[in-house]
């Protein structure tokens, strides 16, 4: 197929996407189910147009996820519309923080003793797939910043902290295996200090003061210009400006994505507690939300809480567009990728991970809460893996595992990540549906 054919499949697969989404939402299969058979099938195992492997390319996929992870986070945090002194964060803390740490350490004897791989691959192995994905989790993540569901919620934000929060591990993995399986008192402190507390504190301080200080920055040039032009390009700096200076200084990157987000939030919080005298706004209500974005002409420009409703609504939009884009060719790419990766035994793992380690790990942090018992095992369950383990494949690939043992862990865990794509998809809307009708009764 040449160039012109390709844009032609690529124009028809959207538009065909875009006119059955109601459909596709009430099917079985998720819409990134069926992007994943949409990459199969045009992989070696059916048709064969395409063959790439994204472990052979480790750079381009690195860089790529990177990408989309980055504005996925971002926007998680941006949906986020909560003080960080509220409780709804605390499930969501703790399914990133301690709940992942059993997840790494349920993952990491499994792969030992099932997989036979030696104790820092088996860390490497739960390292890579212990954090839950912000792309996939769009799934059951929180709709925008009303929604005041727990369980969206608490998914939300565990998808935006942990994958900042794994990376480290992995680093420790990698510094184990090279070492032969004996880590210098010099190199756990530089671990200690730099890749886990400076990485975690570091990467969520520099995002929150950048998404807070532009945040205000902008809305206030608005407001003094009178300027109701679109502030897409606001989103892509945070962005940009917040991953680039937290990797520049060794923080993480992904934490400041997320922080960026957050703190861009609550920029918009600050703005509208300022200014409680506009009387033709709902101060309850997100300031994205009382403005027309299609209508900006003949907006007050005199209203701060309507110009930083328009720079909050253009940084959702544009984000929300890049997020879902990247997220569906990232997916295409791993069911062309499956066919070099695929390894039946890791679906055992799978299981293990799936329907043990996470659902364990959730109750064992949720024991003595007042939650009920589906909806603590909906928290266990709905642990989607995705875009985040493969960013974290191409990271070893990069950082010194030798090509055999990479090559092992990638087909491990790319894998499970097509199999949680397939069946977490197909079971979020029955069991978010279930969790419903028991709310109601």
Known sequence: MGYWAWTAATGCLLLLMSLSYGWINRAPVSVFGLYLLVGIACGPWVFNILNIDIAAHAMLTSRVTEIAMAASLFITGLKIRLPLTSPYWKMGIKLALPGMLLTIGGMMLAAHFMADLSWPLSLALAAILAPTDPVLASLVSINDARDG???????????????????????????????????????????????????????????????????????????????????????LSLICLSFSFAMAVSASGFLAAFAAGVGLRSAEVSVQKRHPDQKEVDHDLPAEMQVNPHARHGLEEHNPIKSVGLVIGDALSFGDTVERIFAAALVIILGITLAQHWDMPALLLAFMLFVIIRPLS?????????????????LGWLGIRGIGSLNYIAYAYMHGLDSVRASELANIAITIVTFSVLIHGISVTPLLTLRRKREQD
Not at 215 to 230: C, D, N, Y
Not at 362 to 378: A, D, G, I, N
Request: hydrophobic share 50%.
């Open 362 to 378: 959730v109750l064992l942090l949720t024991w003595h809460s007042e939650e009920s018992l589906l909806h603590r095992l909906s």
């Open 149 to 235: 569901d727990q369980l969206r919620i608490a998914l939300s934000s565990e998808a935006g902290l942990n994958d900042g929060t794994a990376l480290p591990f992995l680093m420790l993995a990698l510094i184990w295996h090279r070492a032969g399986g004996s880590i210098s008192a010099d190199e756990w402190l530089s671990w200690l200090s730099i890749d886990l507390v400076w990485a975690l504190v570091g990467g969520l301080a520099i995002g929150f003061l950048l998404g807070r200080s532009i945040g205000l920055i902008a809305t206030r040039s608005r407001h003094a210009q009178g300027e109701v032009a679109p502030s897409d390009f606001v989103a």
